[in-house]
């Protein structure tokens, strides 16, 4: 259903990333509601009346509706237009909010939990519309909230809604569509029809849900509040060195970033201008596979960097390793810091 090592049992973490971060997009609704449970975040049992929800979730979206104005891939939604006027100072408030709480919710309470073909099996919040006129919190929110990760997914859910909504704004076909990672600006960003470049997120937040918040050599738990010595580095997983060295600008593309800790990255006995080992390029592997079930764009622009067909993606790793190797003659890996995450 969503990624998940082996048969180990997924993680509530990884129940809110499968909702957040996979599965195909036709609006950003399930973004918008994503974001309001984050910022109220509600305790079990409490139940959220549309009214006091409708607020926050319509100024989630009013937000993005700003720089984005695609929201969704069908033409045109009433509750969308409600949301513009309040930008364009047609609608107040009040009215905003009562059409958000008769329009707004229409699909996305009864869709959140759906991944693909089924729902997720940990249910964040039980549908009470019809008996209480609104969503009830269950144990697994409360259990998500005392997550050390909790406070990184706000930013893993922009991140998404912001690729999500770019693809949509190109409006170009599907192949077309590619994320650039900038090394100096960490961070993603697009071109247009006409090549002009558009910053979309930072490549961090971006990349971190796909790792599961863990650094991706050696485990260790990474976190996106600047400052603090968790904060992980965007590292070239076959190093950037090889750029200069005949690889070319291939070297920067997201199927080659990964987030590290700083000690793996750069600390004494860290990677440097080393290839970590076939072991680490499996994950790799398995990272990509991740992002390319995260779907437009990042599916597209992993296909396009590396192959259409799974076999062919390992098939080109498996050569660009060969190459690296060869022209680097280092191996390395750190000693991991934990049990598997992925
Ligand atoms: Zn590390």
Redesign the pocket.
Do not use: M
């Given at each position: 259903m969503y990624p998940s090592a082996g048969v180990r049992e997924p993680t509530i973490e990884d129940n809110w990333r499968g909702i957040v971060l996979y599965g195909r997009n036709v609006q950003s609704y399930k973004f918008a509601l994503a974001k309001s449970l984050l910022d109220l975040k509600p305790a079990e049992g409490d139940l959220i009346r549309l009214e006091d929800l409708a607020p926050i979730y319509s100024r989630h979206l009013t937000e993005h509706l700003k720089t984005a104005d695609k929201q969704g891939t069908s033409g045109s939604s009433k509750f969308l237009d409600t949301c513009r006027g309040f930008n364009a100072g047609t609608v107040s408030q009040t009215e905003l909010v009562s059409a958000t709480v008769k329009l707004g919710f229409a699909n996305v309470i009864d869709a959140f939990h759906r991944v693909q073909q089924g729902d997720v099996p940990a249910r964040f919040y039980i549908d009470e519309r019809r008996s209480n006129g609104g969503i009830r919190i269950t144990e697994n929110f409360s259990l998500l909230a005392e997550q050390p990760q909790f406070s990184d997914l706000p930013q893993e859910a922009e991140a998404r809604w912001r690729l999500v909504e770019t693809a949509w704004e190109l409006k170009v076909s599907r192949a077309l569509v590619s994320v650039d990672h900038d090394p100096d600006a960490e961070v993603l960003f697009t071109l247009d029809g006409k090549r002009r470049r558009k910053n979309v997120t930072s490549s961090r937040d971006a990349l971190n849900g796909y790792q599961k918040g863990y650094?991706?050599?050696?485990?260790?738990g990474?976190h996106l509040e600047k400052g603090k010595d968790s904060f992980p580095e965007v590292d070239h997983f076959f190093p950037h060195t090889l750029k200069q060295q005949g690889f070319g600008p291939v070297i920067d593309g997201v199927w080659n970033l990964v987030l590290?800790?700083?000690?793996?990255?750069r600390g004494e006995g860290g990677k440097f201008a080393s290839v970590p080992t076939e072991k680490l390029l499996g994950r790799l592997n398995t990272r990509n596979e991740f992002l390319i079930g995260s779907n437009h764009p990042l599916k597209e622009t992993l296909m396009a960097q590396t192959g259409d067909q799974e076999a062919g993606r390992k098939g080109f790793l498996r050569d660009f390793y060969n190459r690296a190797w060869a022209s680097l003659l280092h191996r390395w890996e750190?000693e991991a810091?934990g049990p598997p995450k992925f």
């Open positions: 650094c991706f050599y050696c485990f260790d990474i590290a800790c700083k000690e793996c990255n750190p810091k």
